[in-house]
């Protein structure tokens, strides 16, 4: 009886076991049959419970192909950037009231079996998962007891034999543990749907019915881009209304912006190189007041919400474009923020000051220490 709630484990990159969607509040005491263990020797702050009742780290292999010896942030099975966090969360989180991003979609989150019991194998590390360390917690998760993996991870298509998910979600079926893999996030060219091994129950991505929209407007045009414009402390995309601003444009890396033409702009980044909450904080550093994030046409799908430390909207590549055409044809104009607490909107008006943009580098060129030109 003592085992009839269900064991999940996720296979990615850790899990962080202070999250509200692993208290144990109200669950019964471990299973006896459950031979998993909570791996913190170097992280003693790291803590299972009833809810959480195990996590372990394989890194090994990873340590193999590096060819030097890994640090002690390598020896956790923590989560350190919230992936492996939101999909074991997703999978088997329990009920947690009044969750929001920033106000937004207030409601009760929860996973798709909340009463479950969750362990947490953590195989991907910076460089990459490797199929030495995702064949070892598919061994260890088999000898833990588990009753159903979520693997979150993938990469192209390949022979099976070849495929380290594919051979280890094999041995783990042939155990009478079900797993339940991602399709992937690229698509929808043919090739491009990860994990298709008939033994593998694959799950494609799904969307929201709902939306939290923001506002980009500059001249008669007003751009409707799916994300929120938000900040940490909910702050406005300028510090003043009816400031002039300069609008930049480029990769944003760190180094690369010049403060004095920064200071006090909505800078307007392309994605790419490192991450859009880190162009966030290149352009706060350079004295920016707000971020409009482009992504490229092959990225479009991977826009999203994200924590920013200052206002921020990110848009695809074709309402980018629009928008770099409008400030290219009105390099003298003016423009102008307006704060909205509830539906942020950034307004880009009329008689802006001189307007410069970053070289777009592209994937084979060299990166330099500073990348603003003139347009």
Known sequence: MEMSIPILSGAKQGVWPESKSFADDGMAAVPSQWKGI??????????C?????????FNKGYQAFVGAPLNISFQTPRDTNGHGTHTLSTAGGTFVASASFFGHGNGTAKGGSPGARVAAYKVCWPDGCLDADIL??????????????SVSLGGSPKDYFKHGIAIGAFHAVKNGIK????????????????????????VAASTMDREFPAYVSFGNTSLKVPTINTTMSQGTIASTQHQQTRILSGLCRFGSLDSAKVNGSIVICTSGTISGVDKGEVVLRAGGVGMVLIYTATMDYMIRAEEHILPAVAITSSDGQTLLSYIKSNRRQKSQSTPHQHNPRAYLHPNSPTVTRSRMQQKNQTSSSSDSSIV
């Open 38 to 47: 909570c791996q913190n020797k170097s992280d003693p702050t790291f803590t």
């Open 136 to 149: 070892a917690a598919f061994d260890a998760a088999i000898s833990d007891g588990v009753h159903v993996l």
């Open 179 to 202: 797993v339940v893999c991602s399709a992937g996030n690229s698509g929808p060219t043919p090739g491009t749907v990860s994990n298709m091994a008939p033994w593998i129950f694959t």
């Open 49 to 57: 419970n009833k809810k959480l009742i195990g996590a372990r780290y």
